[in-house]
Every structure is written in C-alpha cells, then in structure tokens.
C-alpha cells in the first residue's frame, strides 16, 4: 500500500514538474513573438510628449578690425552663460587671420548669445539658423527602451522558473540580447538630449588685413655664379666617372672606329693604284 502511494505521489510530481515546463516554453514563445510584434506594444505604451524636444544648429561669420579683442569677449560671452568650445582653431594667411570656434551652448541660451554677437562691433558675413523637431524620434527610443525593460523583467523572472539547461541557455540568451540593446538605446538617448540640451554654434571671426607688396627676394649675383661654376665643375666630374664606370664599352668603341678608319684608307689607296 505505502508503495502505491509513493507511485501516486511521484506520477503527480513529474506531472507538475512537467506542466510547469511547458508554462515557461510557451511563456518564452509568447514573449519572443512580443519582441518580434513591437508595433504592438508601442502603440500601447506611446505617450504624447510634454515638451517638443527642438535641436538647435547656428553658422555665424562675422569680420572684425581687431580679432584678438573680439575673441576675449566671445570668451566672456560664452563663460558667462555656461558654454564650452567643443573645437577651436586659428588660421593666419596673406591677406586675412581668422578664429574658427565650435561653441556648444545652453538651448535656452542660444538665441541670446547669437543676438549680442549680432549687435556687436564687426560686421556680420553670413548667418545660419536650423532648429530640428526631434520629439518623435525621441518618444519613439524612450518607448522602445520601456519595452526592453519590461521583457527584461519578465525573463528574468522566467529564468528563476527554468528546470532544464536548455530552457536556462535559452532565457539567458535572450536577457543578453535585450540588456545589449537597453544599452545602445540608452546612449542614443543620452547623445539625443545632449543635442537637445546643447545648441552648437559654429562661429568664425575674421579680420583682413591691408594689402602689402612683398617683392619676391633673390640671390646675389656672385652667390649665382659660384653655383653656376659648381654645378658645372660637379657635372663635369660626373661625366668622367660616366666614363670610367663603363671603360670597357669606350674602349670597343675606340677599337672599332680606328678598324673603320683604317678600312677606308685602304679602300682609298687601293682606288689609287688601279
């Protein structure tokens, strides 16, 4: 009797055990077509944004009398509404010096700063201004990386249920991939808010400077002719060395026009005796 309750408990036990699996099977099957139909679920979880998310892009070029000045209060301007420069560099030619500055500036802050360089002494070459609607693109990534979460959530709590090594290789398979793609979304969030944070402002201040003939300097004449006199002695060694270098050739040379020569006087002195 004890033997046929241990049967009866233990066929009641597998029958658990196995019905459990198949819950994770099916569950991680339910939650892999989730992944695949994320139009679905995005359109459940899609909010409209608070705040239209708007990055700011500006060129400005403006030419100065003096432009060691006008950078020191660009220098100002940008300090005191907490900017940076993300790149600077300085070119100096003939006829102008310039400063080419990439400053990135507080959004709020952009429309004021390019406002004062407008009014400022120098005149204003060129100017740009182009403002991108980005909230779409924004609610878009922040919806997909909610998704993520939340399956991430769920298979984690599917991998405590695991019985087999098959169905736990399979699970953790799927937690990498989607903390890998939690991971790329999130920096492409964070860059996204940066641009959105930051205005960039690509500035360059420009001074010209007055037109001033340089005559093109030349050698002394007695400096030409020791080089002329150099150049021809250095030349006339390397002839000699020619030469010798290919002795054995001058010498057939030689040979063969002293055999003609001497063939034609022979015909000649032939044509004289007949």
Not at 20 to 28: L, M
Not at 99 to 115: Q, S, V
Not at 158 to 172: D, T, Y
């Amino acid at each position: 009797m004890k033997q046929v309750i241990k049967l009866i408990l233990i066929a009641i036990l597998i029958t658990s055990c196995n019905h459990k699996e198949r819950e994770v099977v099916t569950e991680v099957t339910t939650l892999s077509k989730l992944e695949k139909s994320e139009d679905v679920l995005h359109k459940q979880v899609k909010k409209e944004a608070k705040k239209k998310k708007i990055i700011k892009d500006g060129r400005l070029g403006i030419n100065v009398s003096d432009l060691e000045k006008s950078k020191a209060d660009i220098d100002t301007m940008v300090r005191n509404i907490g900017g940076y420069y993300d790149n600077e560099s300085y070119s100096n030619t003939d006829t102008e010096t310039e400063y080419n500055l990439k400053i990135r500036i507080p959004t709020d802050k952009f429309e004021a700063l390019i406002n004062k360089i407008d009014k400022g002494e120098g005149e204003v070459s060129y100017k740009e201004i182009d403002a991108r609607d980005v909230t779409d693109q924004f609610i878009d990534l922040e919806t997909r990386l909610t998704n993520k979460r939340n399956y991430l959530i769920r298979y984690q709590e599917l991998l405590k249920k695991a019985k087999s090594v098959k169905e736990i290789l399979e699970i953790e398979e799927k937690i990498r991939g989607l903390e890998e793609e939690i991971e790329s979304t999130t920096g492409k969030l964070e860059y996204l808010n940066d641009l959105v944070d930051y205005s960039t402002l690509k500035l360059t201040i420009t001074q010209k400077k007055d037109f001033k003939f340089i005559p093109e300097q030349r050698v002394k004449f007695s400096e030409k002719l020791k080089q002329s006199v150099s150049n021809g002695w250095y030349g006339f060694v390397d002839f000699l060395l020619l030469i010798l270098s290919n002795w054995v050739f001058v010498i057939i040379i030689l040979v063969l026009v002293y055999l003609w020569k001497k063939y034609i006087k022979q015909k000649k002195n032939k044509k004289k005796l007949e």
